[in-house]
């Protein structure tokens, strides 16, 4: 029954730090988009996350992501914004964009890799590549077919677990699964 679908994972913690980062890389890889904003950015930030977990068992960031209206949103990117804002490191940007006000974040510094993997990078390039021309409505309409939304209810923290489970379309093949893994690559 729908909303009484409940999965539980201790396997990713959350890093705040890397957090950070991660925002500040896509804000950057997004710079020359008209569609990114700050509802693009939880739609990536999730995406990212999730198949990260899906492929390698664990989270990118680990944040927390709940059910709202408009898809998966990210708990800690608020606050994220917030450290990153205050540092110098990341602007918000308003603007109108069909009849909305889009919060464009936009990196004022590049991100620092030091704590990611190139597995974790590759993950975040793939879905940067699949979400390139997608507005924030076509993420958000694509995510509300993902389990991990349809099966939990407004609020509802979705679990990663929720990444094992097959998605009802069908979906690029990852890129970096073409490629066979480099023997010295690890998490």
């Given at each position: 029954?729908?909303?009484?679908?409940?999965?539980?994972?201790?396997?990713?913690?959350?890093?705040?730090?890397?957090?950070?980062?991660?925002?500040?890389?896509?804000?950057?890889?997004?710079?020359?988009?008209?569609?990114?904003?700050?509802?693009?950015?939880?739609?990536?930030?999730?995406m990212s996350d999730f198949r990260h977990y899906e492929l390698r068992g664990h989270a990118i960031t680990g944040a927390t992501y709940v059910h709202?209206?408009?898809?998966?949103?990210?708990?800690?990117?608020?606050?994220?914004?917030?450290?990153?804002?205050?540092?110098?490191?990341?602007?918000?940007?308003?603007?109108?964009?069909?009849?909305?006000?889009?919060?464009?974040?936009?990196?004022?510094?590049?991100?620092?890799?030091?704590?990611?993997?190139?597995?974790?990078?590759?993950?975040?390039?793939?879905?940067?590549?699949?979400?390139?021309?997608?507005?924030?409505?076509?993420?958000?309409?694509?995510?509300?077919?993902?389990?991990?939304?349809?099966?939990?209810?407004?609020?509802?923290?979705?679990?990663?677990?929720?990444?094992?489970?097959?998605?009802?379309?069908?979906?690029?093949?990852?890129?970096?699964?073409?490629?066979?893994?480099?023997?010295?690559?690890?998490?």
């Amino acid at each position: 029954m729908e909303g009484e679908f409940k999965m539980t994972d201790h396997t990713s913690r959350f890093d705040s730090p890397k957090l950070d980062e991660l925002v500040l890389y896509i804000s950057e890889r997004n710079v020359c988009d008209d569609h990114f904003g700050k509802t693009k950015l939880h739609k990536q930030l999730w995406m990212s996350d999730f198949r990260h977990y899906e492929l390698r068992g664990h989270a990118i960031t680990g944040a927390t992501y709940v059910h709202k209206k408009f898809g998966p949103f990210c708990s800690q990117l608020d606050a994220s914004l917030r450290r990153l804002e205050d540092s110098g490191g990341l602007t918000i940007r308003l603007r109108e964009r069909f009849g909305y006000v889009q919060q464009r974040p936009i990196a004022q510094r590049r991100a620092n890799f030091d704590h990611f993997s190139a597995w974790e990078i590759a993950t975040v390039e793939d879905i940067l590549w699949e979400t390139r021309e997608m507005s924030a409505l076509q993420l958000t309409n694509r995510s509300h077919l993902h389990p991990g939304w349809s099966l939990t209810q407004e609020g509802e923290e979705i679990s990663y677990e929720f990444a094992r489970i097959p998605v009802n379309e069908p979906l690029e093949e990852p890129l970096m699964s073409a490629v066979p893994a480099p023997q010295a690559l690890t998490d």
